[in-house]
């Protein structure tokens, strides 16, 4: 059983639309990652997230924490070709602070 | 410029070579980490270090060893490499900010092919 579930697994949009990718758990975390990896890099940190409910910005993505902290989402307003990446949560597991389990991700392709 | 280094980036090797992949960070940072990445698999944790001399298992820590005598320096060996240990390798380096909030620095990725 895959601790973290992300959808869609594949996206493929338009410049300029809007999209929400999710991240989805049966487990309460104390926190949550997200990472944006690009073709041939490794992940770069985007955000945590720590408090249920809580939303944080950054520029044109919103990501957000669930009251009950088993789940996120990440909604990127006006898709750029810039956000083309693989879209990865990542949650502390195991009982360590520095265990960390990552979901498989969501492949996000935008189109000019 | 702070970054995580790895190398080689590229390694093709046969069954059984004993290989190392290095990793370096110049951040000063306590804790490191190294994960494989695999199609349909996603990212996993194989080792992670949480200071000098301290190291622990990950998800997928069988067939793999690593070190951490510096603080700088994470290797990852391979003592008898199979082909299913073929995979995109990343090193990673984390500053813990607040109580569950590190940031995560992660290298360039290691290619490795074990024909």
């Known amino acids: 059983t895959q601790l973290l579930e992300q959808s869609p697994q594949f996206l493929s949009i338009q410049e300029g639309e809007n999209l929400t990718v999710y991240c989805n758990s049966s487990?309460?975390?104390?926190?949550l990652q997200w990472y944006r990896q690009e073709p041939g890099e490794g992940p770069v940190l985007l955000v945590t997230?720590?408090?249920?409910?809580e939303v944080k910005k950054l520029k044109r993505l919103t990501f957000q924490f669930g009251d009950a902290r088993k789940d996120s989402s990440l909604h990127i307003t006006a898709a750029q070709p810039g956000d083309t990446g693989l879209y990865l949560c990542?949650?502390?597991?195991?009982?360590?602070?520095?265990?960390?389990?990552f979901g498989k991700g969501t492949l996000l392709t935008v189109n000019p | 410029e702070a970054q995580v280094t790895q190398n080689p980036r590229y390694l093709i090797t046969v069954t059984g070579k004993k290989l190392t992949v290095t990793c370096s960070q110049n951040?000063?940072?306590?804790?490191m980490s190294w994960y494989r990445q695999d199609p349909g698999l996603g990212l996993r944790q194989i080792y992670y270090?949480?200071?000098?001399?301290?190291?622990d298992k990950g998800d997928v820590p069988e067939g793999y060893k690593v070190s951490r005598k510096e603080k700088r320096n994470f290797p990852l060996i391979l003592e008898s490499p199979s082909p299913n240990q073929t995979s995109l390798y990343f090193c990673?380096?984390?500053?813990?900010?607040?109580?569950?909030?590190?940031?995560?620095?992660f290298g360039p990725g290691t290619r490795l092919l074990v024909l």
């Open positions: 487990s309460v975390f104390s926190s």
């Open positions: 951040m000063n940072h306590e804790y």
């Open positions: 997230v720590v408090t249920g409910g």
């Open positions: 990542a949650v502390n597991s195991g009982g360590s602070n520095y265990k960390l389990t």
């Open positions: 990673a380096s984390s500053l813990r900010l607040a109580e569950f909030q590190e940031t995560q620095y």
């Open positions: 270090s949480m200071n000098v001399e301290v190291t």
